[in-house]
């Protein structure tokens, strides 16, 4: 399955990426974020392999993400291998300067593969709601841009 949504956001491309890319403004954009911990490469200089674990909650309980830079190419691209028990999916943001001051944000996310229980959950969850969720939150990502 794939979810996927393209916005222009009336930011230089510079500001739209740091922000995006900024691990403590997540909780302000992703839905059920709780935290994100750094485990490996240089948080201020982030490459290919660098690792760090993002927290979520759904239903009162807590589930980790481990997540591996698998591509990265600032201030236009970048590809995130998201594993846990459950599921993998591949998050990849591209960044394109529109104009000086506007920048079109493509984000899409893949399901790559899922565990028995996420392929009965995903049976019954319509793709019409996961992807309206995805849209809502980019749509809040740019806006919270915009009023920076």
């Not at 920048?103 to 793709?127: C, D, E, H, P």
């Amino acid at each position: 399955m794939n979810l996927d949504h393209t916005v222009t956001i009336n930011k230089p491309i510079q500001e739209v990426w740091d922000y995006v890319n900024d691990r403590d403004k997540l909780i302000l954009w992703l839905n059920d974020f709780v935290r994100s911990e750094h485990l490996s490469g240089d948080e201020a200089d982030p490459k290919v392999g660098d690792t760090s674990n993002q927290v979520y909650t759904q239903s009162g309980n807590e589930f980790t993400m481990l997540e591996t830079i698998t591509e990265f190419e600032p201030p236009r691209h970048i590809k995130l291998l998201m594993t846990s028990k459950m599921f993998d999916m591949e998050i990849v943001n591209d960044f394109e300067e529109v104009d000086p001051n506007q920048t079109r944000l493509y984000a899409g996310a893949t399901f790559v593969r899922l565990g028995l229980l996420m392929k009965i959950i995903m049976a019954f969850s319509a793709k019409k709601k996961m992807q309206a969720d995805h849209e809502s939150q980019i749509e809040k990502l740019k806006s919270l841009i915009e009023a920076t």
